[in-house]
Each structure stands twice: as structure tokens, then as C-alpha cells.
């Protein structure tokens, strides 16, 4: 038998070119090492996560008992076996048990997930968010297109091409004004019921996206509207909650599930595993409601048959194959979410709550910010109320030049990404520290100016560590400190 490939060829294998680390810097496209990295202030958790020692740990022990196990079976039998322990693991963290009848699929990241389901519904209308505020990739995922040039099994489709002999059509709702407040909910429950009412009279199957949360922060459209839709046309809309940020508590999961809905997540965001994985929790009466629909061989390019959960006709037309990266790297997240899942909510709340006041305070009494408003997280439509979830984890705001009279000007997007990029890799290694964060967002203008949003964000690892008052204080800290590195920065542009 071939040698067992080394845990860190596997965590760079088996996903898109978003993970392949820069020979020169073996950095991917995030700034994520390959390595764990504890010299840099990770918090950018809404884009994407370094691997931990934790998660790297747990990986090279799954890599051991892979290759011991590939000793005596096939490689095929190691990783069915294995895909089916992390699913009823992963379950298991998520608070659910058999009796939930609750399924989970597993493919290389959160826009891999959005393009299978995708195939696996086909509806003929998906209504999502703006994309901005989302996976870059999601669009053409949903509209049956690869999303990459290299996609993620078997490489070299041409980018935008369909995936399979279906394509559905795509409609988009803008989550935030010009000025980067959220719109009005009044105004887009008017809007996305225009769109369904329209389709229904077509007499198109839809898929409407609720994302809970957004790369800022919101849960968008209004769960009232979705869930009132849904209630209204159930044989014709399916909803799934990208929850790909895994910002969500296990109430909230629940309930969500509880209303079949399909929820998509990911580890490599809240909950620091490397970058990427994706997963779909599936409720049996969807699953059920699917039975029959078997995938298009054009999804062998993103899935395994031992991706989909056991006896899904779904999956009978994929090849059997093995994706041994994808499995260490839900390893390594898990390993966070076993951590996490100990704790209760008074371990959780009080440092949500301190960080934000820190830096919102930060960034209120300071010109060269301005923070990207967002309501309470209000999830009490479906029963979910007085979780941790309802505290904001991630921080957008906005970056002004304060000139010698005064006079604020906004940072164009190229200025904000510049900053981002130093904040990440200093010109100067040995003279700054270097601070994580999220990848710059479009968040309309200012003063005519088109503006990004940087985010400053809290992770299920912040959140295991912050059980340590001083970590706690420190890393507090270290996200004022990011925003002080960000003003000496704006006078370097
Ligand atoms: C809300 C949301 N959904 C989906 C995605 C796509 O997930 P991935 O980056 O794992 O492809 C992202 C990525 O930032 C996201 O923020």
C-alpha cells in the first residue's frame, strides 16, 4: 500500500483553490497558515480560521488511526467508517440525538454545501441576500454553476459553467441602505412576498435562503416573513438557514430544525477549524419529502457518495472516493466544538457582552470609526429565546482619515483592504504585532464614497480561552489594540 499522505498535505487537500497555501508565504488567500500560528491576534473567525494546536492535535490522531486502520482495510472502508463517526459526532455536539431525526451531509466548505443543495432540491427560484454579505462563491453555486475554476474532487471546470442539466434562477435582496444601516424589515417582507407570490403564480418551486447571520452580522430576510411563507406554501418553498458563520446556539438549531428547515454550517468560521469545511443538517421529513432525487453526475465533482448520509438516494450516482483532507479538517474543528459545547451560557454571555462594550466604546469615541449597525438578534419567531446567540460576535465598522481641521474622510475600498492586509502581514514583521481580521466587506458609501466594512470578531476558541479572566482581559485588549494599529496604519497609506 502507498504511504499515508502527512496531516498538513491532507488539510490543504481535497477544496478549492482557497486553500491551497502560496508556495512563497504558505499562506492561503485568507493570510491562514497551514500551521498553528500563535504569534498573530486571531480575530477574523467571519472569514476564515488558522488551525489551532488543539485542532492540529486531534487531526495528525485521526491521520494515525487512518493510516494504522489502512493497514488491514481498504482506504474506501476507512473513510466511510470514519465520515460516519463525525457525523454522529458532529450531531451528537449539536445537541442531537437519533430521535431528532436529523441527518448530516459534509462537503469542503459553506459554498460547496449551498451548490449541493442546490442540486439536490433544484428549485426553480432560490431568493438569497445580497452577496456581499455572504460566500463570494454562493450565487453561482445556487444557480448550478461552478463557482470555481477548480472545483473541488475533480478540478478544471470552466468557472460559471453549469455543474449538472440543471440551472435554477437567482433573486438577491439587499440587506443594508447606502449608509449601511440595515433596511427597513417592513419593506423587504413587501419585497420578498412580491417575488414569492409572483413565482408561486408561475407555479415555481423556490428555496429561500435565511441567513442567520450575514458576513456583518444580521439574520436577513426577517424570520417572521420566511417562516410565514413557508407556513403559507409548504409544498412549494423549502427554506435553509445559512448559518455558515455557526453562530448559533443549540436552542437555536433546534428550532430552526424543529420548522424543516435545513441548516448549512461550517467549521472553519465561529468555530476555528482550518479553512474550509461545510456541512447541511438535513430534518428527516425534508429528506423524506426527496427521497427520489438522485444527484447529477456532474456533482461527482464536489461530493462522495460517503459525503451524503447512509441510504440517500441522493448519492447514488457519485463515485464511491475519498476526501481524507476534508475529514481531518472537520477533525480539527470538532476538536473545537467539544470544547465549546461544555460550556453554559453564564460562560459564554459575560465575555460576549464585555468585548463588545470594549470595543464599541473604542470605536464610538473615536473619529477614524464608525460602527456598522445591527438590531438584537431576535430569534424568539421559533421559539428560540434567552440563548447566547442573541449577543452580536462580530463587529463591522467602518474606517475614516481625520485630517489636522477635523474633517473626517472615509477609507476607499482599496485604502480598507490595504489596511487589512498590513494589519495581517506588517511591511515591518520585527516592529508590529500582526492582527486578524475579517476580510474587508462592501458596505455602500460615505460622503460619495464607496466604502468596506473590517470586522473585528469573537470565536468559540476566544470564548474556551476567555474562561481565564486574564485571557479574557487580554484578548479584550488586543481587539482595542487592533484598532489603534489600524489609526498608525491610515497614515502610512
Ligand atoms: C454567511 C455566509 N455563508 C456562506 C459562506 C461561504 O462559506 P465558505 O467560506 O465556507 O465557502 C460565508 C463565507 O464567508 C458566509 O459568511
Excluded at 411563507?229 to 455557526?246: S, Y
Excluded at 472537520?330 to 468585548?355: G, K, S
Excluded at 473615536?366 to 438590531?375: L, R, T
Amino acid at each position: 500500500m502507498t504511504e499515508f499522505p502527512a496531516t498538513i498535505d491532507l488539510l490543504v487537500s481535497g477544496g478549492d483553490s482557497r486553500i491551497t497555501p502560496n508556495p512563497q508565504t504558505g499562506l492561503n488567500k485568507y493570510g491562514c497558515s497551514t500551521m498553528p500560528d500563535n504569534e498573530i491576534v486571531a480575530l477574523g473567525s467571519s472569514t476564515a480560521s488558522i488551525i489551532s494546536l488543539r485542532g492540529m492535535n486531534a487531526a495528525q490522531v485521526l491521520r494515525e488511526r487512518c493510516a494504522q486502520r489502512a493497514r488491514r482495510h481498504t482506504l474506501q472502508d476507512v473513510y466511510d467508517q470514519q465520515m460516519q463517526a463525525l457525523r454522529s459526532e458532529l450531531l451528537s455536539l449539536c445537541g442531537l440525538s437519533e430521535e431528532d431525526k436529523v441527518d448530516a451531509l459534509f462537503a469542503a466548505s459553506g459554498t460547496d454545501i449551498h451548490l449541493l443543495i442546490a442540486q439536490w432540491l433544484q428549485p426553480d427560484l432560490t431568493v438569497m441576500i445580497d452577496p456581499a454579505e455572504t460566500g463570494s462563491g454562493l450565487a453561482a453555486a445556487l444557480q448550478g454553476k461552478h463557482f470555481s475554476s477548480d472545483s473541488t474532487c475533480a478540478g478544471g471546470a470552466p468557472e460559471s459553467t453549469s455543474v449538472s442539466d440543471w440551472q435554477g434562477e437567482l433573486q438577491t435582496l439587499v440587506a443594508r441602505e447606502k449608509n449601511g444601516k440595515p433596511r427597513d424589515i417592513a419593506s423587504v417582507d413587501a419585497e420578498l412576498l412580491d417575488i414569492v407570490e409572483q413565482a408561486i403564480k408561475a407555479n415555481k418551486r423556490l428555496l429561500l435562503i435565511l441567513t442567520d447571520v450575514c458576513k456583518t452580522g444580521l439574520i436577513f430576510p426577517g424570520i417572521a416573513s420566511i417562516k410565514k411563507l413557508q407556513q403559507r406554501w409548504p409544498e412549494k418553498i423549502q427554506v435553509v438557514v445559512d448559518a455558515c458563520q455557526f453562530r448559533l446556539s443549540k436552542q437555536s438549531l433546534r428550532a430552526y430544525l424543529a420548522h424543516d428547515f435545513c441548516i448549512a454550517l461550517t467549521g472553519s468560521k465561529f468555530l476555528g477549524g482550518p479553512t474550509f469545511s461545510g456541512a447541511l443538517l438535513i430534518p428527516h421529513s425534508v429528506a423524506n419529502a426527496r427521497q427520489d432525487q438522485v444527484l447529477h453526475e456532474g456533482a461527482r465533482a464536489y461530493s462522495h457518495a460517503a459525503d451524503w448520509p447512509r441510504g440517500y438516494k441522493a448519492s447514488l450516482n457519485l463515485h464511491p472516493g475519498t476526501n481524507f483532507g476534508l475529514l481531518l479538517r472537520w477533525e480539527a474543528a470538532i476538536a473545537e466544538l467539544r470544547e465549546f459545547a461544555q460550556l453554559n451560557e453564564q460562560q459564554i454571555r459575560p465575555f460576549l457582552q464585555a468585548f463588545h462594550k470594549a470595543v464599541s466604546d473604542r470605536i464610538q469615541q473615536d473619529p477614524h470609526f464608525e460602527a456598522v449597525s445591527n438590531p438584537m438578534l431576535d430569534r424568539s419567531e421559533i421559539g428560540s429565546v434567552g440563548n447566547w446567540d442573541e449577543e452580536q460576535s462580530i463587529f463591522p465598522f467602518i474606517i475614516y482619515r481625520v485630517t489636522s481641521s477635523g474633517e473626517r474622510q472615509p477609507l476607499s475600498r482599496s485604502e480598507s483592504a490595504k489596511v487589512y492586509q498590513e494589519l495581517q502581514r506588517p511591511a515591518d514583521v520585527q516592529q508590529h504585532r500582526r492582527f486578524q481580521l475579517g476580510q474587508p466587506v462592501l458596505c455602500g458609501e460615505r460622503i460619495g464614497v464607496p466604502v468596506s466594512a473590517l470586522r473585528l470578531c469573537v470565536s468559540a476558541p476566544m470564548l474556551v480561552s476567555a474562561q481565564e479572566k486574564t485571557t479574557a482581559d487580554n484578548m479584550i485588549a488586543e481587539a482595542v489594540l487592533a484598532l489603534d494599529r489600524i489609526i498608525e496604519i491610515i497614515d502610512t497609506l
